[in-house]
Structure formats: C-alpha cells, structure tokens
C-alpha cells in the first residue's frame, strides 16, 4: 500500500514541478542570483506574503544545502487567537506548492505573535 502511494506521489510531483528528480535537486541548491531564487527564498517570501510579515527565517534544516528539510521562524500579526496548530496550518498554506516536490519536510517551525516574541 505505501509503495504505490509513493509512486502516485512522485508522479505527481514530477507533473507539478515538471521537473525530473535530478533536475529539481540542481534547481532547489542553485544560489541566488544564477538560475533564480533557492527553494528557501521562494518558501521565506511565499510565508512573508501570505502571513503579512517581514519577520521570516527560513533555513534548510541539519545544514541541508539543497532545503529540502527546512526549519521555519515566522511572528506574525495573523496568528493572534490562533492555536499552536491554526498557525502552523497557515504556514503550511503558504508553502503548499514546494511540500508538493521541492521541500521533503518541515523539521521545525515556531510560529509566535509579536507579543509573543
């Protein structure tokens, strides 16, 4: 069951991304600047739109240099009287393109109101 779940994911990642694996690994390490933003630009300034805020680390995570495991940092205005999980679905809405292909994995994610901060 989980092996074909698998296939049926990486298929439609490949579709979404329109890129072969190899190519997606070159794309998501390639600095800024050369062939465009790196995956963990695109993610900081995907959350930095949709959560209406500049106060956005993103890392790759366990000094991942390709960000397919990222750790994220966000203090947002929007997550006042939300739930721990309530902020980090907003978080994961933003990012919702690259969890399809690019990003494996969110290691960790703290998700704070300015007061919180």
Known sequence: ????????????????????SGAAARWMSAPTGV????????????????????????????????????????????????RPVQRQQLVYKALWEELQGAVHAVDSMICKTPAEK
């Open 1 to 20: 069951m989980f092996a074909s779940l698998a296939r049926s994911f990486t298929t439609q990642s490949v579709k979404l991304t329109g890129r072969s």
């Open 35 to 82: 062939d465009g933003p790196t995956i963990v630009d695109t993610c900081r300034q995907k959350i930095a739109v949709a959560l209406e805020t500049e106060d956005v680390k993103v890392t790759g995570a366990y000094d991942d240099p390709n960000g397919s495991h990222i750790a994220i940092e966000v203090t947002s205005e929007l997550f006042e009287g939300k």
